[in-house]
C-alpha cells in the first residue's frame, strides 16, 4: 500500500496570505488527524477529521481550519498567515477501526517571512 | 498542559550500548502508548506501542517496560546502532480519541560508532 502523501512539500508565504495543505491518507483509512510540529513547542494536534466530520480539535485559533472529502483526502487551511505559523505540518492517517495505529507523512515545510 | 513528559532531551550512546528513554503522563484515561522515530526531513515512523494492560513488549532491538501504578512507560534500544540516530518521542491516546496523539517533547539520540 502507498504511504500517506503530503502535497505540497515545501512552502514559502508571506504574512497576512492563506495556504491551503493536502493530504492523501493510505487507502482505506477513514481518519486523518493534523498536527504542526515546531522546534520550541514539539508535535501538537490540530483536528482530526472523519467521515467528512471534524472529529477531534486542539487548542489552535480559529484561523487553522480543515475539511475532509468524500474520498478521505483532507486539506488544512491557514489564514492570515504569521511568522509564528512557520512549522513542518504533518498529516496522519487511521483505519479508525479498533487499531489506534497511525501512520504520517512526510509533512509540508510552511515558511511565513 | 504538557500531559506527556519525555526525559532525557538528549542522548548520546556507544555503537552497542543500550538507549533508554523515559515517559511519565498523568491522564489514566490514556490507553494506548505509542513511539515514533522521526528523521531529519521525514515524517514520525510507528515504533512500537502497548496498552496498559501489558507490562512489556518487544520487538525485535526495541523494548518497551510500562509501569501503570508510577504512570511511567520506557523505550529501551538494545545493541544500539548509528542508524538508530534520530529524535524518537513517546505519545500517548485517551481511550476513544484514535485520532489525537498527545507527544512528549522528544528526545535525540546520537549513536557514536
Known amino acids: 500500500k502507498a504511504g500517506v502523501t503530503q502535497t505540497p512539500r515545501y512552502l514559502i508565504k508571506t504574512r497576512g496570505q492563506q495556504v491551503t495543505l493536502s493530504c492523501s491518507p493510505i487507502?482505506?483509512?477513514?481518519?486523518v488527524s493534523w498536527y504542526q510540529q515546531t522546534p520550541g513547542q514539539g508535535l501538537q494536534f490540530l483536528f482530526e477529521?472523519?467521515?467528512?466530520?471534524?472529529?477531534n480539535k486542539g487548542n489552535f485559533p480559529g484561523r487553522f481550519s480543515g475539511r475532509q472529502f468524500s474520498n478521505s483526502r483532507s486539506e488544512m487551511n491557514v489564514s492570515t498567515l504569521e511568522l509564528g505559523d512557520s512549522a513542518l505540518y504533518l498529516c496522519?492517517?487511521?483505519?479508525?477501526?479498533?487499531?489506534?495505529?497511525?501512520?504520517f507523512g512526510p509533512g509540508t515545510r510552511l515558511t511565513v517571512t | 498542559q504538557q500531559q506527556v513528559k519525555q526525559s532525557p532531551q538528549s542522548l548520546i550512546v556507544q555503537k552497542g550500548g543500550i538507549s533508554i528513554i523515559n515517559c511519565a503522563y498523568e491522564?489514566?484515561?490514556?490507553?494506548?502508548f505509542p513511539w515514533y522515530q522521526q528523521f531529519p526531513g521525514k515524517g514520525p515512523a510507528l515504533l512500537i506501542a502497548?496498552?496498559?494492560?501489558?507490562s512489556e513488549k518487544k520487538e525485535g532491538r526495541f523494548t518497551i517496560s510500562f509501569n501503570k501504578s508510577a504512570k511511567q512507560f520506557s523505550l529501551h534500544i538494545m545493541d544500539s546502532q548509528p542508524g538508530d540516530s534520530a529524535t524518537y518521542f513517546c505519545?500517548?491516546?485517551?481511550?476513544?480519541?484514535?485520532?489525537?496523539?498527545?507527544f512528549g517533547q522528544g528526545t535525540t539520540l546520537q549513536v557514536k560508532p
Open positions: 505519545a500517548a491516546i485517551v481511550s476513544g480519541n484514535t485520532g489525537k496523539l498527545i
Open positions: 487507502s482505506g483509512h477513514r481518519s
Open positions: 502497548i496498552r496498559p494492560d501489558v
Open positions: 496522519a492517517s487511521n483505519d479508525a477501526g479498533n487499531s489506534y495505529e497511525q501512520y
Open positions: 477529521y472523519f467521515s467528512e466530520t471534524q472529529r
Open positions: 491522564n489514566t484515561a490514556f490507553d494506548y
